[in-house]
């Protein structure tokens, strides 16, 4: 598992500008001419149309813990090898990594803990996905399953993720190179910490934008600005200083998300409007992909195996983004 803020539709197209950037967090300062932000109000009445697809869509293994393995582990040993070797391959230098199996056998643990706190994630590293449509092996049950990467640390920016689950079924996906990974697709119930301090937040946007970066559009700047005025809602503001065709381009991206008591994510309010006349241009162009989410909902997460469900989320922000998910399975 490595924690990317904003490789969902959720952050990457609300806080961030769409597929054109595919921003995911980092900032500076925009001209002071641009003007601030005006609050957005919540939605008058909630969406009719619902999607299909998910705004965080975790089915195909997004999840994954890796395994530097191509066969299923034998051992609780081999299993902690296939794991530490993995993590040490997406890691900078010498990593400090806190992993453990233990139990009666492989396939049956009373605890499984992945630490990789105070790592730093390889600048060259990509996630991979299965392939498409591949149903996960089921591989071992364990009691007592904790990844904790409290802080793990990104280019320029930080994000905390920390995850516990009862009574979990771990299966084995394939990814894109035959390299498997353990996923989690069914428990008794769980817990999922996410924080981002806000400063880490706005430079993971500059960061995550400049990687996709091309010889005719790139990102100069970047301003965040973010609202939660309840445990449930988030409204972003963001200005982009970018250049196209070396002229430069300004635009502000806006957008408001809402959670239901049935965990669907209310799309609302989402605008692209240009601050000049280059901008004005690439808002044209955002804010036709926006409109096929502007007032619609989609549920929030669909996990691998459908068994895992979101029983409750609470958002709060100050000077960081946290969200708390509570997670319940099928298992007794």
Known sequence: ???YPGASRFFGLLLCVGGLAGLSAGCRSVAPSVRPAEPIAPPT???VAVLGKPAIDLTRGGTGFPLDARVAPTSKQQLVDALTRAYAQRLEGTPVLNIRADGPSVDNLDELRIDISGSTVKQSFSPQSPPKDFIGTPFLN????TYVADPLHYFNYSASLVLHATNAEMALFPGADGKLSLVMTDCRA???KL?????????????GARLRRSAAFSVVGVTLSLVSRDARSLEADVVVQASILLLPATFRVAGRVDIDEQFNVYFTHLSATGI??????????????????NNKAAPLMRLPGNRVRVTDLKLSLDEALTIDVRFA????
């Open 190 to 192: 769980g817990t999922a």
């Open 195 to 207: 924080h981002v301090e806000l400063d880490d937040l706005r430079n993971g946007v500059l960061a």
């Open 329 to 332: 399975g099928s298992r007794n």
């Open 1 to 3: 598992m490595m924690l």
């Open 45 to 47: 009445t909630r969406p």
């Open 276 to 293: 000049d006349a280059s901008g004005s241009l690439i808002a044209s162009l955002l804010q036709g992909k926006l409109d096929k989410l």
């Open 142 to 145: 364990v009691a007592r399953m």
